[in-house]
């Protein structure tokens, strides 16, 4: 079949092919919606807060699966319960703060019911009324009324949740390879550094399809390029899992053969500049502390968490729609627990190299804007993501889209298409 076709939407997928990619999927109002039910609602899991945030009973988080806001808690058990931050008489947040602790129950604020630490709805005020007037009807069952409760799961210190029962197991879900470089740097426990939220102009798809980008990133990032943190011309590759969903692509510390490269140069590629020094070169102090000689690894979760190391700075990173053409990011800095002052210290100089203002991403924030504007009047048209081939497998090269591809074939498989 030729046309790959969802009757609940107008729009036809051009050709069984992930190497052309339809513009409209970043516009279309009903394919957005059409996200939220079956990418964040259905059988995925998704990234909702760091173990090391909610170490103690009653401690919580707040944040979003797709559109859906949810309050991540642990129990009196040490057990990590999620559940939707909506109470279930008129539909108000139950909490507003995006961390806290309670004892033992969360109270909405509008007509104080009230939530154990499972989600459970306990206490209703008034619920006999005054004086024996008013009050809820005798035979209401508050089992019966209750937000939505995802089912959670936790890897590495990482916490995911998902409302389908269809979600198979967290392992299998990212596939060994992409796993296996989860553990590499999610190795002990950690600490949290920072954290804060980045709004972007551009369908949410569209930075996700960014991180996976190998083949940007010393061509967009002049940093990168021109201290030789990452180039096409240094060793390195990219995974990719079995349905494409997730990959993990990461560069090796070669700086040997890269000086003896000419390709940059012979392109005229604008990274090519020999004479840009440092002020403070302390910022590019680093440490092989994975003892593996890879300096850099970006790696995603389908559809939208991501966990980075670049150099010493360590980040997750998730992906929040805001409708068909805005997205918040979310940011979360990390050490290791037992990080001596001076790693904490480089830590901290390194986190100026990622982030809104980062001497590396800053440029990240603004492409994706640029592609929704480029794209306005092109929704019939398709891009050609055909670096490296056609196909989704893992290789060993970084010039290729091989990842980017990968997330498209998943995306189609989830939204059946």
Same mark, same amino acid.
């Given at each position: 079949?030729?046309?790959?076709?969802?009757?609940?939407?107008?729009?036809?997928?051009?050709?069984?092919?992930?190497?052309?990619?339809?513009?409209?999927?970043?516009?279309?109002?009903?394919?957005?919606?059409?996200?939220?039910?079956?990418?964040?609602?259905?059988?995925?899991?998704?990234? %909702?807060?760091?173990?090391?945030?909610?170490? #103690?009973?009653?401690?919580? *988080?707040?944040?979003?699966? =797709? /559109? +859906?806001?949810?309050?991540? %808690?642990?129990?009196?058990?040490?057990?990590? #319960?999620?559940?939707?931050? *909506?109470?279930?008489?008129? =539909? /108000? +947040?139950?909490?507003?703060?995006?961390?806290?602790?309670?004892?033992?129950?969360?109270?909405?604020?509008?007509?104080?019911?009230?939530?154990?630490?499972?989600?459970?709805?306990?206490?209703?005020?008034?619920?006999?009324?005054?004086?024996?007037?008013?009050?809820?009807?005798?035979?209401?069952?508050?089992?019966?009324?209750?937000?939505?409760?995802?089912?959670?799961?936790?890897?590495?210190?990482?916490?995911?949740?998902?409302?389908?029962?269809?979600?198979?197991?967290?392992?299998?879900?990212?596939?060994?390879?992409?796993?296996?470089?989860?553990?590499?740097?999610?190795?002990?426990?950690?600490?949290?550094?920072?954290?804060?939220?980045?709004?972007?102009?551009?369908?949410?798809?569209?930075?996700?399809?960014?991180?996976?980008?190998?083949?940007?990133?010393?061509?967009?990032?002049?940093?990168?390029?021109?201290?030789?943190?990452?180039?096409?011309?240094?060793?390195?590759?990219?995974?990719?899992?079995?349905?494409?969903?997730?990959?993990?692509?990461?560069?090796?510390?070669?700086?040997?053969?890269?000086?003896?490269?000419?390709?940059?140069?012979?392109?005229?590629?604008?990274?090519?500049?020999?004479?840009?020094?440092?002020?403070?070169?302390?910022?590019?102090?680093?440490?092989?502390?994975?003892?593996?000689?890879?300096?850099?690894?970006?790696?995603?979760?389908?559809?939208?968490?991501?966990?980075?190391?670049?150099?010493?700075?360590?980040?997750?990173?998730?992906?929040?729609?805001?409708?068909?053409?805005?997205?918040?990011?979310?940011?979360?800095?990390?050490?290791?627990?037992?990080?001596?002052?001076?790693?904490t210290q480089r830590r901290l100089r390194q986190q100026n190299l990622v982030g809104p203002a980062g001497f590396v991403s800053m440029e990240d924030g603004c492409v994706g804007g640029f592609v929704q504007r480029g794209i306005a009047a092109a929704g019939d048209q398709v891009s050609a993501i055909e670096m490296g081939g056609p196909t989704t497998e893992s290789q060993a090269t970084r010039a290729t889209e091989a990842s980017v591809r990968g997330f498209w074939k998943a995306y189609r498989q989830h939204m059946g298409y």
């Amino acid at each position: 079949m030729d046309i790959a076709h969802d009757s609940r939407t107008t729009n036809p997928w051009p050709e069984n092919s992930v190497t052309r990619v339809p513009y409209w999927v970043y516009q279309d109002e009903d394919n957005y919606k059409r996200e939220l039910n079956r990418l964040f609602e259905g059988a995925s899991w998704h990234f %909702v807060c760091l173990e090391a945030e909610i170490p #103690n009973k009653g401690d919580y *988080r707040t944040n979003f699966v =797709g /559109a +859906l806001p949810v309050i991540v %808690v642990r129990d009196a058990d040490g057990a990590i #319960n999620c559940f939707e931050n *909506r109470c279930a008489h008129r =539909g /108000a +947040l139950i909490a507003f703060d995006d961390a806290g602790n309670v004892e033992n129950n969360f109270k909405c604020i509008y007509h104080a019911w009230s939530y154990d630490l499972c989600g459970n709805l306990r206490g209703i005020a008034f619920e006999r009324g005054i004086n024996g007037v008013g009050g809820m009807p005798k035979d209401f069952k508050r089992e019966t009324f209750a937000p939505r409760k995802l089912r959670t799961t936790t890897l590495c210190g990482l916490v995911f949740a998902t409302l389908s029962p269809d979600t198979p197991p967290i392992e299998d879900f990212i596939g060994a390879e992409v796993l296996g470089r989860i553990r590499r740097v999610l190795n002990r426990p950690i600490k949290v550094m920072g954290r804060f939220t980045q709004a972007l102009p551009n369908n949410w798809k569209l930075y996700v399809e960014n991180v996976k980008d190998t083949y940007h990133a010393s061509l967009l990032h002049l940093f990168f390029g021109t201290f030789r943190i990452t180039r096409l011309t240094q060793g390195g590759g990219v995974l990719v899992s079995p349905d494409g969903g997730s990959h993990s692509s990461y560069t090796i510390d070669n700086k040997a053969s890269d000086a003896q490269s000419t390709a940059y140069r012979d392109q005229g590629i604008r990274t090519e500049k020999q004479d840009y020094k440092l002020a403070d070169p302390r910022l590019l102090d680093t440490v092989d502390e994975f003892k593996d000689g890879i300096q850099l690894q970006i790696l995603s979760v389908f559809p939208s968490f991501i966990l980075q190391q670049i150099h010493n700075c360590l980040a997750v990173r998730q992906v929040v729609p805001r409708g068909v053409d805005a997205m918040d990011l979310k940011w979360t800095y990390f050490g290791f627990a037992d990080d001596p002052p001076e790693m904490t210290q480089r830590r901290l100089r390194q986190q100026n190299l990622v982030g809104p203002a980062g001497f590396v991403s800053m440029e990240d924030g603004c492409v994706g804007g640029f592609v929704q504007r480029g794209i306005a009047a092109a929704g019939d048209q398709v891009s050609a993501i055909e670096m490296g081939g056609p196909t989704t497998e893992s290789q060993a090269t970084r010039a290729t889209e091989a990842s980017v591809r990968g997330f498209w074939k998943a995306y189609r498989q989830h939204m059946g298409y």
